[in-house]
């Protein structure tokens, strides 16, 4: 009479364990495929971006201004009221529709800060915009919800910025026109890329920052927080981390997507792409320390004036990243 054998302990545990090592081996093939798929979308969305600003200069025979600061027609008082180079070229995306009825020159109006007024209820629906080429598919905080109407900042957010320059020296001032990229308070044209357009950034990622940390001193997140302050310039440019942390506030960068804010839609090549520092904004200018990050390991996603888009590694000199950002400064260094 034969007698039937089944598995004893041990070799189940044998089985069980060898499976357990197959998994471990698959599981982070599966995460860098998954990641590889969504820098891919990274890289689309940033090409998408790119080509509306070429369709954008065509038809308006250049580039959309940054528009940090609003200036009404019938007064020469200084309105928080600009309008993103996103909103601009929303045409260009085949979103046009979206803002149908907004006056961009209507700086009384149509307030993208400040107290609310009848007329900006247009604009709070807006702010919730479902657009998905707005958003890296990598990040991982959440969005933020369409804030009241009585509250005073619009939500919905955005990862994608627009290039003001090197922020170094002289040009780290939005406000005063000195920057030297390619968007600026005034309107510029790609024919300003003398540099050429293969060799100047447009567009990179910043990580959002939306929500507060569980401690301002955690490293994975030193590059997300901002620190507003006071002081001069000298202040800031050159931070002692350390000193720096009971400063950190929360600026909302990357929202809203409306706002023409630098800490809100812009970046400069003043930090090294995902640099571990705290970006800086001085209250009452809009000095362009801000810089370019994001959740692909190692690498931020960068759109340059010919409509092309590419990877760059986080530890690219700082003297090509800050070169390439400029338009007109001589070099002809690519971030290849």
């Not at 998905?132 to 619009?154: F, G, I, M, V």
Request: charged share 20%; net charge neutral.
């Amino acid at each position: 009479m034969s007698r039937k054998h089944g598995f004893t302990l041990v070799e189940l545990l044998v089985v069980i364990a060898i499976i357990g090592v197959l998994i471990g081996l698959l599981l982070p093939a599966v995460q860098a495929a998954r990641e590889a798929a969504r820098r891919m979308q990274c890289l689309n969305n940033v090409k998408q971006w790119g080509l509306a600003l070429m369709n954008y200069s065509e038809a308006r025979r250049g580039l959309p201004q940054f528009t940090s600061w609003g200036r009404s027609a019938s007064s020469s008082q200084v309105y928080d009221t600009g309008y993103s180079i996103h909103a601009r070229i929303l045409p260009y995306i085949e979103q046009g529709a979206f803002m149908v009825g907004i006056d961009f020159g209507d700086y009384d109006n149509y307030r993208v800060w400040g107290n609310k007024t009848a007329l900006n209820s247009a604009l709070y629906e807006k702010c919730g915009f479902p657009c998905p080429t707005l958003w890296c598919p990598s990040e991982d905080q959440a969005k933020q919800a369409l804030q009241p109407r009585n509250e005073n900042l619009y939500a919905n957010n955005v990862n994608y910025m627009f290039c003001t320059g090197s922020g170094v020296g002289a040009a780290n001032n939005l406000n005063d026109g000195r920057n030297d990229g390619a968007f600026r308070f005034k309107q510029t044209s790609l024919a300003t890329m003398t540099d050429g357009t293969s060799n100047t950034m447009v567009i990179s990622e910043a990580r959002m920052q939306l929500s507060a940390f569980t401690s301002a001193s955690d490293e994975k997140n030193m590059d997300r927080l901002s620190v507003l302050g006071e002081g001069t310039v000298a202040d800031y440019v050159d931070p002692d981390l350390e000193a720096m942390k009971a400063s950190v506030s929360l600026t909302h960068r990357g929202s809203p997507w409306l706002a023409g804010r630098h800490y809100a839609t812009g970046y400069s090549a003043y930090a090294s792409p995902n640099a571990k520092v705290p970006d800086v904004w001085l209250r009452g200018s809009e000095l362009l320390f801000e810089g370019a990050s994001s959740n692909h390991p190692g690498v931020v996603v960068v759109g340059l004036g010919d409509g092309s888009a590419r990877v760059v590694s986080d530890t690219v000199a700082s003297t090509v990243w800050r070169a390439t950002s400029t338009t007109s400064g001589g070099e002809t260094t690519r971030i290849d």
